[in-house]
């Protein structure tokens, strides 16, 4: 099944609050699934309750008067909003065949996209019982008022709904041991590296993105290979007590500092360029062992090699 919709009920709601007089919050705003979704981010992410600073921000345009935050609100995340809605059924027929090219026949593509405004995120995917959702955040500065930012960025979280249909990785936060840690790392690696790696393909010409500008440098492609096999070793001999240590590194280096996207990427680069597009497929349903057995094959250099124990 091939379904996208999008979900602007948030974005709208608040970007009318804004543009209005009202110094009253809109009610239930952070009911909405826009919200709702983000607070489920943050819990799996071990991240702090992402409504407190959205209520900070629209507490801030309430009390201090609206002008200098419409302009930021209303072009950014207003503009933003309607190329979306515009454009979104172009995107989708061009955006599907490129990722079904990637994932094994037959991978449903389905899902909503969610728009939000405040969100600490720029964007995330949330696998549902009953509705895989994309949550993109109108106001974040990485977009840089390019609605081809965001379609690009959409290829990449669909590509993570795709891949859910095969498997799934547990929340950082239920790890308790080094293996679960490991697991959870190679896991990462893998689901942001392929997404990384799609979109990345799919591109438009002159599009600038910063994981592409790391994934294409060789120098910071090494620098991420690094960071991970230290980050591995140092979770190998760790003891209980430095879990909440090696949880906060997981998130700033692999996430924050764009480590698994970039090494990902790159190993899936390798594994089409030297074993061919099917057999990087065939790791989307059998795995992050899988994914990373391919690479090893490849017989990449030293510098570029992830060790595991």
Same mark, same amino acid.
């Given at each position: 099944?091939?379904?996208?919709?999008?979900?602007?009920?948030?974005?709208?709601?608040?970007?009318?609050?804004?543009?209005?007089?009202? #110094?009253?919050?809109?009610?239930?705003?952070?009911?909405?699934?826009?919200?709702?979704?983000?607070?489920?981010?943050?819990?799996?992410?071990?991240?702090?309750?992402?409504?407190?600073? #959205?209520?900070?921000?629209?507490?801030?345009?309430?009390?201090?008067?609206?002008?200098?935050?419409?302009?930021?609100?209303? #072009?950014?995340?207003?503009?933003?909003?309607?190329?979306?809605?515009?454009?979104?059924?172009?995107?989708?027929?061009?955006?599907?065949?490129?990722?079904?090219?990637?994932?094994?026949?037959?991978?449903?593509?389905?899902?909503?996209?969610?728009?939000?405004?405040?969100?600490?995120?720029?964007?995330?995917?949330?696998?549902?019982?009953?509705?895989?959702?994309?949550?993109?955040?109108?106001?974040? !500065?990485?977009?840089?008022?390019?609605?081809?930012?965001?379609?690009?960025?959409?290829?990449?979280?669909?590509?993570?709904?795709?891949? !859910?249909?095969?498997?799934?990785?547990?929340?950082?936060?239920?790890?308790?041991?080094?293996?679960?840690?490991?697991?959870?790392?190679?896991?990462?690696?893998?689901?942001?590296?392929?997404?990384?790696?799609?979109?990345?393909?799919?591109?438009?010409?002159?599009?600038?993105?910063?994981?592409?500008?790391?994934?294409?440098?060789?120098?910071?492609?090494?620098?991420?290979?690094?960071?991970?096999?230290?980050?591995?070793?140092?979770?190998?001999?760790?003891?209980?007590?430095?879990?909440?240590?090696?949880?906060?590194?997981?998130?700033?280096?692999?996430?924050?500092?764009?480590?698994?996207?970039?090494?990902?990427?790159?190993?899936?680069?390798?594994?089409?360029?030297?074993?061919?597009?099917?057999?990087?497929?065939?790791?989307?349903?059998?795995?992050?062992?899988?994914?990373?057995?391919?690479?090893?094959?490849?017989?990449?250099?030293?510098?570029?090699?992830?060790?595991?124990?």
């Amino acid at each position: 099944m091939t379904r996208i919709t999008i979900d602007a009920e948030a974005a709208q709601l608040l970007i009318e609050w804004a543009q209005s007089n009202n #110094v009253s919050l809109p009610d239930a705003w952070n009911s909405l699934p826009a919200y709702v979704l983000t607070r489920l981010w943050a819990k799996s992410n071990g991240q702090p309750d992402p409504d407190l600073e #959205v209520e900070r921000i629209l507490n801030d345009i309430a009390l201090s008067g609206r002008k200098k935050h419409i302009e930021a609100l209303v #072009v950014q995340a207003q503009k933003l909003m309607v190329s979306i809605l515009n454009r979104h059924q172009v995107f989708t027929t061009s955006a599907i065949p490129h990722l079904q090219a990637y994932l094994p026949s037959g991978t449903p593509i389905n899902g909503r996209v969610v728009l939000a405004l405040f969100i600490p995120a720029y964007a995330f995917t949330w696998i549902g019982d009953d509705t895989n959702s994309i949550v993109i955040n109108l106001t974040a !500065s990485f977009w840089q008022r390019n609605p081809d930012k965001v379609f690009n960025l959409l290829v990449h979280e669909l590509y993570h709904i795709g891949v !859910s249909h095969h498997h799934m990785g547990a929340s950082v936060t239920d790890a308790s041991t080094a293996e679960a840690l490991t697991e959870n790392i190679l896991w990462q690696i893998q689901n942001e590296g392929l997404a990384t790696y799609v979109a990345y393909r799919a591109r438009p010409k002159g599009l600038v993105v910063e994981d592409y500008r790391l994934l294409d440098n060789s120098l910071e492609v090494r620098a991420c290979f690094e960071m991970v096999q230290l980050l591995l070793a140092d979770i190998a001999r760790m003891d209980s007590k430095r879990i909440a240590e090696l949880r906060k590194r997981i998130w700033n280096e692999g996430i924050k500092s764009r480590a698994f996207y970039v090494v990902g990427a790159s190993m899936a680069r390798r594994i089409e360029e030297y074993k061919g597009r099917n057999v990087l497929i065939k790791t989307v349903e059998s795995g992050p062992q899988s994914f990373f057995t391919e690479y090893s094959a490849t017989s990449p250099p030293q510098d570029l090699c992830i060790e595991l124990s």
